[in-house]
């Protein structure tokens, strides 16, 4: 849904207008046919007929003035969120260790890189980005950072991550980073 719903939302909106006038149609062809029907048969098609009306009628006016829509505010901060971390975390380690909220196995692979790097099985590159990954996803867990990994982070985070940092702040609700992540990691695993 590339559209993020707008052409659902006007497809939807013709919709409405075709069945309002299929059912106009339908009241003025119950009025010309009210002789061969019996009145409580009239009566009864008649009002369903305008409860159908009415509610048509709700919603027609709801989309108009805004109310009702496909295209929602979830909608923008989900396509942010999903830019930030996929720029951000390029480890679907990470991004898995993070939705599942586990802190301890992130400190666990922080501290098996920090040995990994020192015996020559990690290069530095490598090693600098996975570990400003971890820090900020630490960091997003409410995790107290030592005074060194603030440092490391300030001195080796960059745009993407920084981008990360403001899109899941202004999100408010950890819950839906967390979300959006796990939907992160099954899109890596595909």
């Not at 929602?72 to 991004?95: H, N, R, W, Y």
Request: charged share 30%; aromatic share 4%.
């Amino acid at each position: 849904m590339a559209s993020r719903g707008t052409t659902e939302t006007s497809k939807l909106k013709q919709n409405l207008e075709e069945q309002l006038d299929r059912l106009m149609q339908q009241l003025q062809d119950l009025e010309e046919c009210r002789e061969e029907l019996d009145a409580d048969e009239y009566e009864e098609t008649k009002k369903e007929t305008l409860e159908q009306l009415s509610e048509i009628n709700d919603s027609l006016k709801k989309i108009m003035s805004g109310n009702m829509t496909l295209v929602d505010e979830l909608s923008g901060m989900q396509l942010a969120i999903q830019a930030a971390i996929s720029q951000a975390f390029k480890t679907p380690e990470v991004i898995r260790m993070f939705a599942k909220k586990q802190p301890r196995q992130l400190r666990t692979r922080l501290a098996e890189m920090d040995r990994d790097l020192m015996v020559g099985k990690l290069g530095r590159e490598t090693y600098t980005q996975q570990k400003v990954e971890i820090l900020t996803a630490l960091r997003k867990l409410g995790e107290k950072l030592t005074p060194d990994e603030e440092m490391f982070l300030s001195a080796n985070a960059g745009a993407a991550l920084s981008q990360f940092e403001t899109v899941s702040t202004d999100l408010g609700s950890g819950d839906k980073v967390f979300a959006l992540a796990s939907f992160e990691v099954e899109k890596a695993k595909q």
